[in-house]
Antibody
Framework: EVQLVESGGGLVQPGGSLRLSCAAS????????MSWVRQAPGKGLEWVAN????????YSVDSVKGRFTISRDNANNSLFLQMNSLRAEDTAVYYC???????????????WGQGTLVTVSS | DIQMTQSPSTLSASVGDRVTITCRAS??????LAWYQQRPGKAPNLLIY???SLESGVPSRFSGSGSGTEFTLTISSLQPDDFATYYC?????????FGQGTKVEIK
């Protein structure tokens, strides 16, 4: 059974940092692109960042560029999101999600974790 | 960036009703569209991909159609478990985007 378990969320002050983790199991982690997708309270879904199977490529939405860094540890089946210079508008549930791809094209997300809440507030 | 617009934002229906949700793209995305269901407090769950392909394990009362810029998700006979929020997502462009969601409520 595929499992994605996020951790690391919490309350942080504006300008602060937080590191999210996602522990993967039940599939060959190193074979998949992986993403972070967030959902602000009462709002819709927003793709945040993703990383290639071997970690050699990373991409992110413009609103987090230069502040968030996605990384992975294939030896330990883990995905990370380092979030710096946090803003109130980054408040959201952050989901770890498995990408479905085909010939290098990124498609949809077929497995999701339960999410971890990040609250940015003074 | 491709904008995705769903309608309606909220839909009230009864168990057994046939329900249709529409998703429109700001430009053609061919058939590169997925649908997700999200129950309150839970993660999204993939229902449909490539506009009309049913994900394994998803009940056959769910179906998807459309191409280009207009797509629909249909639930043929609404069940109690189906009261949730539904999102479409395009993957035609590298910057994948979601619709704002359609909440299906009990009438």
């Amino acid at each position: 059974e595929v499992q994605l378990v996020e951790s690391g969320g919490g309350l942080v002050q504006p300008g602060g940092s937080l590191r999210l983790s996602c522990a993967a199991s039940g599939f060959t982690f190193k074979d998949y692109w992986m993403s972070w997708v967030r959902q602000a309270p009462g709002k819709g879904l927003e793709w945040v960042a993703n990383t290639k199977q071997d970690g050699s490529e990373q991409y992110s939405v413009d609103s987090v560029k230069g502040r968030f860094t996605i990384s992975r540890d294939n030896a330990n089946n883990s995905l990370f999101l380092q979030m710096n210079s946090l803003r109130a508008e980054d408040t959201a549930v952050y989901y770890c999600a498995r990408d479905v791809t085909n010939w290098g094209s990124l498609y949809y997300f077929d497995q999701w974790g339960q999410g971890t809440l990040v609250t940015v507030s003074s | 960036d491709i904008q995705m617009t769903q309608s309606p934002s909220t839909l009230s229906a009864s168990v057994g009703d046939r329900v249709t949700i529409t998703c429109r793209a700001s430009q053609s995305i061919a058939g590169w569209l997925a649908w997700y269901q999200q129950r309150p407090g839970k993660a999204p769950n993939l229902l449909i991909y490539k506009a009309s392909s049913l994900e394994s394990g998803v009940p056959s009362r769910f179906s998807g159609s459309g191409s280009g810029t207009e797509f629909t998700l249909t639930i043929s006979s609404l069940q109690p478990d189906d009261f949730a929020t539904y999102y479409c997502q395009q993957y035609s462009s590298f910057s994948r985007s979601f619709g704002q969601g359609t909440k299906v409520e009990i009438k």
